[in-house]
């Protein structure tokens, strides 16, 4: 969304008036107590606060629409982009008026609006703010000059009455409005520039996704030939295998045995590829209330037995007052399962495995530890990336689908978490997974 | 000995539940299709049914199942889902009829098949019956 950007913009410009108030206000500050020159300070703390009062304004404006996301936001937003520009130039020629009119070095300081409008609106719209500052300039320059308005001179910073000379004038004004433009022509080939610079990567970046999903269909539709192919195949070996059509001897057992073994491993592999590829590709997985306790100790259950055949205990440490969480289950369950199997598969005998559930807030923290092989230090930006396996967890396991982590990473991604690991290799791995309670608070 | 139909269009996966179920001495009559399915139930008169989901379309299965359900004669018979790899994520087998998305069956088994499991759930059925 366009203007989404712009109100960032409109956000930056509102934090640094702030500065820019606090800035004026104690400059004018120091001029009155320890420069002393002798200057209308009413007026300039007057119009310092309502610089502060309209800053506020926009800042709940600006929050307000935001909320709301009303049908004509971008308008809106465009408007008081413009708004602030221009109300700023008012204030700030003001304040020169008050502060010794074009005898204020501070004149330059429009540059800096200059810029800014550049960065925030069109070239059109930068060249027309150009526009008011000249004229505004212009206007005070010649209202003093005429003896309109009073002239307020900086006694003890500029020599004569500057603002009486015809050439003092004319120079400093040609000088100061050139600025204007060519600040603002700058600012804004620069701004252009990057904008499109911007717009290009979001393209590249488009494409890049489009081209990733067109992947990730071909990868199901192939998964989804072999997995019938593959399911027969092993539904036909299994009847052989467990000798319902009369004795196997010894050696055609053990091919059979072997064969069967070999399916059952490819199956597994395309069980995840499927897995991870229908949650990459679906727009929306159904979100529901649930009991994370409950699931958490049905994953448990799940891999209980092979921990405890590797004489392994799983500790809890589990948080029973979190009430329900919404979410996939089917997916949360199956991620701490996983994680808890892997805890279990790289942990040698006898070792540790916990799981912690901890109530923070909105969010819930799991963690899953062990005392196992760890992973080594330069691979651990790697392994939640699909099909990577940790070097030492290769040796240890030939097998293995390089799939469950960055399985893990898209579940806890789609629920708005975050998935991290702190490990050191031979002492052990703690996997971390913080998610909110309520999708609906984000 | 109970009668099982099978409906299901792959072959070979037919073959292989044939094996299983004779060497229980079960009386195995197949259908290669959801069509050929309904007719033989009423043909054949099985005991239990077991059922793909997946035929010609995608949940051809569960369109035979509510057929049968929906007929009074047939509607006792119990109903022993087949699915593929991965495919019951996120079905409920026991939404209240009327539901779109109602499958009225009394189990489910996942392929690849596994023979031991097959034959326990098909002798609870035919119990429970």
């Known amino acids: 969304m366009k203007y989404e ?17 606090t800035g004026v206000i104690l400059t004018v500050f120091v001029v009155q107590k320890i420069v002393r020159l002798s200057l209308p300070f009413f007026p300039l703390y007057l119009i310092s606060i309502l610089i502060g009062l309209y800053n506020l304004l926009f ?8 909320k709301k996301q009303l049908p004509d936001i971008e308008t809106r937003t465009n408007v008081i982009a413009n708004l602030q520009i221009a109300l700023d130039l ?23 609006h200059m810029i800014i409008a550049s960065i925030l609106l069109s070239r059109r719209a930068s060249f027309l703010q150009a526009t008011f500052a000249a004229c505004f ?4 320059v010649g209202l003093e000059y005429f003896n309109i308005l009073d002239h307020y001179c900086l006694k003890g910073f500029v020599v ?8 003092y004038i004319f120079g400093t004004s040609f000088a100061f409005i050139t600025t204007l433009y060519l600040a603002a022509y700058m600012a804004s080939s620069i701004s252009i520039r990057l904008k499109d610079r911007e717009k290009s990567l979001k393209e590249a970046n488009l494409l890049l996704e489009e081209k990733d999903r067109i992947k990730s269909e071909y990868v199901l539709r192939v998964t989804h030939d072999i997995k019938e192919h593959i399911s027969a195949i092993q539904s036909c070996i299994e009847p052989v295998a467990e000798g319902m059509l009369g004795e196997l001897n010894s050696g055609q057992k053990d091919l059979i045995r072997r064969a069967g073994e070999r399916t059952s491993k490819l199956i597994f592999f395309i069980k995840a590829l499927l897995d991870i590829t229908r949650i990459k590709l679906s727009k929306d997985i159904e979100m529901k209330e649930f009991s994370l306790v409950k699931t958490a100790e049905s994953a448990i259950i799940l891999v209980d037995p092979k921990a405890k055949a590797k004489g392994i205990s799983i500790s809890r ?22 994680l808890l199997a892997n805890s279990v598969k ?10 912690t559930i901890e ?11 062990d005392n196992g092989i760890g992973i080594p230090k330069n691979e651990l930006p790697n392994i939640f990336n699909e099909f990577y396996r940790a070097t030492n967890a290769k040796e240890l396991e030939r097998d293995g689908t390089g799939l469950g982590l960055s399985m893990a990473k898209q579940v806890v991604e789609r629920h708005h978490g975050r998935i991290w690991v702190d490990s050191e290799e031979g002492k052990g791995s703690i996997f971390s997974i913080m998610l909110p309670k309520k999708q609906s608070l984000l | 000995m109970a009668r099982i139909l099978i409906i299901d269009d792959d072959p070979d996966i037919v073959e292989a539940m044939r094996v299983v179920l004779e060497s229980k001495d079960y009386k195995v009559v197949s259908a290669k299709s959801g069509a050929e399915g309904l007719k033989k139930i009423k043909l054949e008169k099985p005991d239990l049914v077991i059922l793909d989901v997946m035929m010609e379309t995608m949940d051809k299965g569960f369109e035979v199942a509510r057929e049968i359900r929906n007929d009074k004669n047939y509607k006792h018979i119990p109903i022993l889902m087949l699915t593929a790899i991965k495919d019951k994520i996120g079905m409920d087998f026991k939404k209240e009829a009327g539901d779109e998305t109602w499958l009225p069956v009394d189990d489910y088994v996942e392929k690849p098949l596994k023979p031991q499991e097959l034959l326990e759930k098909v002798e609870k059925l035919l119990k429970a019956k």
């Open chain 1, 5 to 21: 950007g712009l109100l960032e913009r409109i956000n930056w410009l509102i934090r640094l008036r702030w500065i820019a108030v």
């Open chain 1, 317 to 338: 440490h589990i948080n029973i007052g979190i009430g329900l969480i919404k979410g996939a289950q089917v997916y949360v369950e199956e991620t701490i399962a996983n």
């Open chain 1, 59 to 66: 800042f709940l404006y600006v929050r307000h629409i935001r």
């Open chain 1, 137 to 140: 300039f212009i206007l005070m």
């Open chain 1, 90 to 112: 008012f204030a700030l020629t003001s304040l020169i008026h008050f502060s010794g009119g074009i005898e204020n070095p501070f004149i330059f300081y429009f540059i800096f």
């Open chain 1, 359 to 369: 109530d923070k807030d909105n969010l819930v923290l799991i963690q899953i530890s």
């Open chain 1, 346 to 355: 790289y942990t040698p005998r006898g070792g540790k495995v916990e799981i």
């Open chain 1, 160 to 167: 004569n009455d500057l603002y009486m000379n015809k050439v």
